[in-house]
T-cell receptor, first 117, second 113 residues
Framework: AQSVAQPEDQVNVAEGNPLTVKCTYS??????LFWYVQYPNRGLQFLLK??????LVKGSYGFEAEFNKSQTSFHLKKPSALVSDSALYFC???????????????FGKGTRLHILP | NAGVTQTPKFQVLKTGQSMTLQCAQD?????MYWYRQDPGMGLRLIYY???????DKGEVPNGYNVSRLNKREFSLRLESAAPSQTSVYFC????????????FGPGTRLTVT
């Protein structure tokens, strides 16, 4: 089965510093990978996706993610953190393993990002 | 566009009571999903509807039923609520099942006592 792992429950970063939120994946076949963000008391919002092509994917709000096939990782990055980036971040992977092979998304457990002023 | 709307926002049930969570989207999306979010567990898929007229089980379907009423609406029913169903429930939709960018509603916070 497809899965993603987010090894850190929480990441603290000072405002203005670069940030990285880690994600590793386990898939059969080519991975389709995603990052979502959840602000307090809100639903999730799509940030970016990797399906094929350039290993560095750019997304919303200045975020980017680097796909690394040899390390099976898809880490989320931002060069300079803002206090407003504080939120819960989810890595996710496509799953077509069901009986109908419908596309579904499997989410990681989430990493809470705190940006310290 | 309102996007994805969910009602109610909050609900408290006693064990054994039933209720239906409502979800509607006005984006003409084909696929709709119900998730539950629990601390430390991330989001887990309960049921989904790849297109109008079809529904399928996700990762944690036990204790739930769904109805895809029409293209806009996808409801989740708890027939006999249990404390283990205390959670935040999210509805989401995508234009079609392979489009991957899911649009989420604001969630329903359900407490079962």
């Amino acid at each position: 089965a497809q899965s993603v792992a987010q090894p850190e429950d929480q990441v603290n970063v000072a405002e203005g510093n670069p940030l990285t939120v880690k994600c590793t994946y386990s898939v059969s076949g080519n991975p389709y990978l995603f990052w979502y963000v959840q602000y307090p008391n809100r639903g999730l919002q799509f940030l970016l996706k990797y399906i094929t092509g350039d290993n560095l994917v750019k997304g919303s709000y200045g975020f980017e993610a680097e796909f690394n096939k040899s390390q099976t990782s898809f880490h989320l990055k931002k060069p300079s953190a803002l206090v407003s980036d504080s939120a819960l971040y989810f890595c996710a992977v496509r799953d077509k393993s069901g009986k109908n092979r419908d596309d579904k998304i499997i989410f990681g457990k989430g990493t809470r990002l705190h940006i310290l002023p | 566009n309102a996007g994805v709307t969910q009602t109610p926002k909050f609900q408290v049930l006693k064990t054994g009571q039933s209720m239906t969570l409502q979800c509607a989207q006005d984006m003409n999306h084909n696929s709709m999903y119900w998730y539950r979010q629990d601390p430390g567990m991330g989001l887990r898929l309960i049921y989904y509807s790849a297109s109008e007229g079809t529904t399928d089980k996700g990762e944690v379907p036990n204790g739930y039923n769904v109805s895809r009423l029409n293209k806009r609406e996808f409801s989740l029913r708890l027939e006999s609520a249990a404390p283990s169903q205390t959670s935040v429930y999210f509805c989401a939709s995508t234009p079609w099942s392979g489009s991957y960018e899911q649009y989420f509603g604001p969630g329903t916070r359900l407490t079962v006592t």
